[in-house]
């Protein structure tokens, strides 16, 4: 089944403590892309990558970091969280390296960071 | 600048109303792209529909429909006879052939359907 696998799905932290929301996609697209979920705010890009080794800031990236070692694999890490990054978080491919296809989104992860 | 805007934060009718829901967009691209997703209470982000700037034709899918309007910068989502299972958030996205590489997202609709 074509899917983008997010996990986990549930996480609670604690202040200061790294964490890595993993993102996988088995479509073999080109572009993936992180995005937080807040209530009253939609959703807001964090970062996206076209390509293996090609990642680029979104509208809030402060706070995280990623890579794209692998075609497949875009993670997403908070080397320091903080309790404004208590958020809903997506992962987002789509093939051909454009984003006018639409997204096929990961299931989400929910973090809670205390 | 891309931007859209989903001006009614929650909206709460009685099981087999209609309902509509509005997205007003704004781009400078004359190529663009609309979408909308529904977010049942489960959280998933479902993909529902994508238009693209140059076909202003209406769209129906069984009980939901679309209405594109250039004019107006409007695309607005329609459920027809609505029932509980329509219950969810709905998100309208815009996405520009020559602009930033990502979708750009309303704040969403939370649509409750009561029996």
């Known amino acids: 089944e074509a899917q983008v696998t997010q996990n986990p799905r549930y996480l609670i932290t604690v202040t200061g403590k790294k964490l890595t929301v993993t993102c996988s996609q088995n479509?073999?697209?080109?572009?993936m892309s992180w995005y937080r979920q807040d209530p009253g705010l939609g959703l807001r890009q964090i970062y996206y990558s076209m390509n293996v080794e090609v990642t680029d800031k979104g509208d809030v990236p402060e706070g995280y970091k990623v890579s794209r070692k692998e075609k497949r694999n875009f993670p997403l890490i908070l080397e320091s969280p903080s309790p404004n990054q208590t958020s809903l978080y997506f992962c987002?491919?789509?093939?051909?390296?454009?984003?006018?296809?639409?997204?096929?989104f990961g299931s989400g992860t929910r973090l809670t960071v205390v | 600048a891309q931007k859209v805007t989903q001006a009614q934060t929650e909206i709460s009718v009685v099981e087999k109303e209609d309902v509509t829901l509005d997205c007003v967009y704004e781009?400078?691209?004359?190529?663009?792209?609309l979408f909308w997703y529904k977010q049942p209470p489960s959280g998933e982000l479902v993909f529902l529909i994508r238009r693209n700037s140059f076909d202003e034709q209406n769209e129906i899918s069984g009980r939901y429909s679309w209405n594109f309007q250039k004019s107006t910068s409007s695309f607005n989502f329609t459920i027809t006879a609505s029932q509980v299972v329509d219950s969810a958030v709905y998100f309208c996205a815009l996405s520009e052939a020559r602009g930033a590489q990502k979708l750009v997202f309303g704040q969403g609709t939370r649509l409750t359907i009561n029996p």
């Open positions: 987002a491919s789509t093939p051909g390296g454009s984003v006018n296809y639409g997204y096929t």
């Open positions: 781009t400078r691209d004359t190529t663009y792209y």
């Open positions: 479509m073999n697209h080109e572009y």
